[in-house]
């Protein structure tokens, strides 16, 4: 692709990527703003019909505040003259006050006059259901309305919402005791919506507050309106939304949802601009862009022509050859500032071609130097090569040397030491004094710490020799604990020392190991923990899961735990920690051992101890299946041993 075509890709898109992001942006203010003003309108629109309906409450207000502060209505409610009925509540009446319902209730709930009326029919008839109830004994509106100030509003009654005006009689000169109350209503139905809707020019719908919404896109503004947010705006179209706002009733509580439904003018009008705009911004990018593109094309078809020309002189592979002259302008310099390299080129090359005739030679003489050197090197790595070979084979029999002493010795040994065994055993048990028979107490003791010094020396030469082989098997984890106990039950017992296994179910689950080395960890571990753990200490057993597909046997003790400096040099053979100066026996050869059993049974052993909190060594072996399920062992056979 030449660099004409790319720059006036590049500018096109940039320019139809600014032109986009640009109505985008305003696109979104001014989708915003006739948002904002659509829902500003219909609000002003919800408001007009909330005054709307003030205005009829007031109106009506004004009637009942016409009647009630009057002598003849004042002595109506004392002694319920029917000449009153006759002369002032006929249907000629209630048609020209507009009202629906006319109740005249004494100060004590006493009903002395109540008729409903029919505007259509202009009959007189029931009150609507519920009103009595209200103004009678008890009732929630009788104590409001004998207030001085009355009260005046909505009514939600079973039979249609009500405009409701109810006051206190009074004389005419408005003085009392008030005797009773006056209420008047007139209905909020059908033909009441149709006079609202004509004089405020919205179509309007009332429901009650627990009627569902007409639409599902209106039930959630629906169910959000409050006495705090009485007015809702809901679009459900592009060519209408609806206006919802709460009315209370003469309570305070939610009782009616006037719905309005408004044209979107607004929102057309929005549309229509954005049209507008767009084919603004289209327009004006277009120009632009013809524009740039005719600049460009004059500047780059001249760069153009001296691409060319570098080209061509760079394929001739001539240096001697030159661009001819461009002009004063930037692509002239550039002509001028190509000519003085292809200058410079033709000098460096030319020095070029000395240095490397030079370099030549004193190479070839660098590379028979080396040659004759790196001969010699050779020669004496040959020589170092089979000095270390034989130093290899020499160790190779010096260690198997080692390991065949070590086998042999502790063979030659366990003969005599059985028999210093036997007759130390024996002399125990023959009737020795106090000195004597503690004389052949230290015989045995010091005959089995040889032996069992024997044995471990035996199993590290095996192991360093690879003559340990481990047979790996489906081991009962329990089974191998129970057997552990039992055997390191007298050294608890010398010490006075407590083995719990506070799970002892955990224990019936399998780990695959060899059943003789696993044993041989455990007693190690136990051991150790029995005689660095103090007198009277407590030593516990656990087994639990460590991660999936392991299982990690625990060993804790309640010793003062082992330094973090001197805990590195822990499984290290012959290493005792400073403890060969005190009583506890041994020859630091039990958990180098155990280290080395566990590795080869594809485990891992190691050791967590903060200070002051007792020591716990774990090892962790891969769980297997049990290949012949049982109950589960008793591990806690030696659960407290004293």
Avoid at 120 to 148: D, H, K, M, Q
Avoid at 204 to 209: H, R
Avoid at 489 to 517: G, I, M, N, Q, Y
Wanted: negative net charge.
């Amino acid at each position: 692709m030449t660099l004409r075509l790319r720059t006036l890709i590049v500018f096109t898109a940039s320019l139809a990527g600014l032109v986009l992001v640009l109505y985008f942006v305003v696109a979104a203010v001014l989708h915003r703003s006739y948002a904002e003003l659509e829902d500003r309108d219909a609000r002003k629109n919800l408001a007009r019909v909330q005054a709307a309906l003030r205005e009829r409450v007031a109106a009506l207000n004004l009637v009942v505040g016409d009647w009630a502060p009057w002598d003849d209505s004042y002595a109506f409610v004392q002694d319920g003259d029917a000449e009153f009925v006759r002369s002032n509540l006929d249907a000629p009446t209630l048609a020209n006050l507009a009202v629906s319902a006319v109740v005249y209730v004494a100060a004590d709930g006493r009903l002395v006059f109540g008729r409903g009326f029919d505007q259509e029919s202009e009959t007189l008839g029931e009150l609507p259901r519920g009103l009595a109830e209200l103004l009678g004994p008890g009732g929630a509106l009788l104590g409001p309305a004998s207030a001085s100030g009355g009260l005046s509003g909505v009514l939600a009654l079973p039979d249609g919402p009500l405009l409701i005006a109810a006051q206190p009689i009074l004389r005419s000169d408005r003085t009392g005791p008030s005797p009773g109350v006056l209420a008047m209503a007139r209905p909020l139905a059908e033909a009441q919506i149709a006079e609202l809707t004509a004089a405020l020019h919205v179509e309007l719908a009332v429901d009650g507050w627990a009627a569902p919404a007409v639409t599902a896109t209106e039930e959630p503004a629906r169910r959000g309106l409050s006495s705090e947010r009485p007015d809702a705006v809901v679009p459900i179209g592009e060519q209408r939304m609806a206006g919802l706002t709460l009315v209370a009733d003469v309570f305070g509580r939610p009782a009616l949802v006037v719905r309005a439904l408004l044209p979107r003018e607004i929102h057309e009008q929005g549309r229509a601009d954005l049209r507008y705009l767009l084919f603004a911004i289209i327009g004006v990018g277009v120009a632009i862009t013809l524009i740039g593109v005719l600049l460009l094309d004059t500047v780059l078809r001249r760069l153009t022509k001296v691409s060319r020309q570098v080209v061509e002189v760079g394929s001739s592979a001539d240096s001697s050859r030159r661009l001819p002259p461009g002009g004063k302008d930037e692509l002239g310099r550039l002509a001028a500032a190509i000519n003085g390299m292809l200058e410079a080129l033709q000098q460096s090359q030319a020095r070029l071609r000395e240095q490397d005739e030079a370099h030549r030679r004193d190479l070839e003489l660098k590379v028979r130097e080396r040659t004759a050197d790196l001969a010699q090197l050779n020669v004496a790595l040959e020589a170092t090569v089979a000095e270390m070979q034989r130093a290899r084979g020499e160790a190779e029999r010096a260690n198997r040397a080692k390991s065949e002493f070590l086998s042999r010795m502790s063979h030659e040994l366990r003969t005599p030491l059985n028999a210093i065994l036997g007759f130390g055993q024996l002399l125990q048990g023959a009737g020795l004094s106090l000195e004597q028979h503690r004389n052949a107490d230290d015989i045995v003791k010091a005959g089995r710490h040889l032996l069992q010094l024997v044995d471990e020396v035996l199993d590290l030469a095996r192991i360093e020799s690879g003559r340990s082989p481990t047979s790996l098997e489906p081991v009962r984890a329990g089974d191998v604990l129970a057997q552990a106990l039992e055997l390191v039950r007298p050294t608890a017992e010398r010490h006075e020392a407590k083995v719990e296994v506070p799970e002892p179910a955990s224990f019936s689950r399998c780990v695959l190991a060899d059943r003789r080395r696993l044993l041989q960890v455990l007693i190690n571990l136990l051991s150790n923990a029995l005689k660095y753990g103090g007198r009277g200490g407590t030593v516990t057993a656990e087994c639990r899961e460590a991660t999936a597909g392991c299982l990690r046997l625990s060993v804790r003790d309640s010793g003062p735990g082992i330094p973090p400096a001197l805990q590195e040099r822990l499984f290290v053979p012959f290493e005792r920690l400073g403890a060969e100066k005190g009583e506890i026996d041994g020859i630091g050869l039990g958990l180098s051992l155990s280290k080395r059993f566990v590795e080869a049974m594809g485990g891992t052993i190691g050791l967590d101890s903060p200070p002051g909190q007792g020591s716990t060594f774990w090892v962790e072996l891969p769980e297997a299946d049990d290949p012949e399920p049982s109950p589960a062992p008793n591990p806690d056979a030696g659960r407290e041993s004293a």
